[in-house]
């Protein structure tokens, strides 16, 4: 798949594992890394591409589209997502930049 990723928590409790072909954000409890062993928390529903999670583990910020809309205007934006609920609200509006070159990667 493409634009699949990958985010684990600072605390390296929960794994974030994007879809966005299907709008979907998948987040594991990790139990243990080696070996790897993961329990289902939830789904997000979310065209998210770029993920990651606050410093304290309880919120991931997601760089989300307008999927249906990419050809024309995509809208992208930031929404951050508290883990423990699964609400999600749209914190920044990125509708000038160009999507292709935009990279959501750090949260200090």
Known sequence: R????IAVSPDKKIL??????SGTI???SIKN??????????????TGFWMEFSPDSTE????????N???TNP????????ISTGEG??????????QKSLFLSDWQ
Do not use: C
């Open 60 to 67: 991931l910020a997601v760089q989300e589209v307008n999927w």
């Open 75 to 82: 809208k992208p934006h930031i929404t951050v997502f508290d």
């Open 16 to 21: 974030a594992w994007n879809f966005p072909d």
């Open 2 to 5: 493409i634009n699949m990723r």
């Open 89 to 98: 609200r749209k914190v920044l509006d990125l509708s000038a930049y160009n």
């Open 33 to 46: 890394l080696y070996p790897p062993t993961f329990e289902k928390l939830g789904t997000l529903n979310a």
């Open 26 to 28: 998948h987040l594991y």
């Open 69 to 71: 809309k990419l050809s």
